[in-house]
């Protein structure tokens, strides 16, 4: 990333960065990615892929300091990869001088994580967006027994992700979703062949409605980025309005 200085640390063994811009505005966002994002020390799939880097130094050059974890792996929005998620924030928190109230861009199985994650812990998040979200776990596994080669690692990956037999999967994983009290953004790919919108994004709209809670849905083709980039920014913005309020 150019004009930031970026940090390596880990926690539970696995791979955090920060990247530090040259002037901080003093606003914190966490990145997360989908299943094969990975975290290295010094390096991350997000930093290395041409379009989301876009969006990264675009938040950089805007003064927002980034940091992202690779939660070990495939997760899935398990409990263990929720704790770390808790425990790298407060890391982040107590180590650096900044606001709080952070808001949070993740992708796919991201999502997962982080929204379990402010539910759980009820942290101060300003902000979500989502990019094309995977949000049903239940949805996604029902949908995939017609891919047996997809089918049969993405089962394998949750039964390592929770910690049980590969035959207990169906019991363990649920279609419950949460809700959430931060605005959310969420920009979905219609192409994408693993989270449909109707499943994901659709749903988690129907259930902020219910709940009286901001959800802007935008529905995209690729490429996605940098065209969403002023657009995060933006809605980021709208949030900012109060230091002590998370939105």
């Not at 990333?1 to 940090?7: C, D, E, K, L, V």
């Not at 539970?12 to 002037?23: F, G, V």
């Not at 505005?25 to 989301?52: Q, T």
């Not at 049903?136 to 596994?141: F, I």
Request: glycine share 4%.
């Amino acid at each position: 990333m150019q004009n930031a200085i970026t940090r390596s640390f880990q926690l539970d063994r696995e791979h955090c960065l920060l990247h530090i811009p040259e002037q901080p505005n003093g606003y914190l966002i966490l990145y997360l990615g989908d299943a094969g994002h990975y975290v290295e020390e010094d390096r991350s799939f997000w930093g290395e892929h041409k379009g989301r880097a876009t969006l990264m130094q675009a938040l950089l050059d805007k003064g927002y300091t980034l940091y992202t974890s690779r939660i070990y792996g495939n997760h899935w929005g398990s409990e263990p990869a929720v704790n770390l998620l808790n425990r790298v924030y407060h890391h982040v928190i107590r180590q650096e001088i900044l606001n709080p109230n952070i808001h949070v861009v993740a992708e796919g199985m991201g999502a997962l994580a982080a929204l379990r994650w402010q539910e759980k812990y009820e942290v101060p998040i300003r902000s979500f967006v989502l990019v094309t979200p995977c949000v049903d776990l239940k949805a996604l596994y029902a949908q995939e027994r017609t891919n047996q080669l997809y089918f049969k690692r993405l089962k394998k990956e949750i039964s390592k992700a929770y910690t049980c037999g590969e035959n207990e999967v169906d019991q363990i994983i649920t279609n419950d979703l949460p809700t959430i009290q931060a605005p959310i953004l969420v920009f979905h790919d219609m192409a994408n062949p693993h989270y449909s919108v109707h499943e994901h994004s659709r749903r988690l709209e129907e259930k902020q409605q219910s709940h009286k809670r901001h959800l802007e849905l935008k529905l995209v083709i690729q490429p996605i980025f940098p065209r969403i980039n002023q657009s995060i920014i933006k809605f980021m913005n709208n949030y900012e309005k109060s230091l002590t309020d998370s939105f």
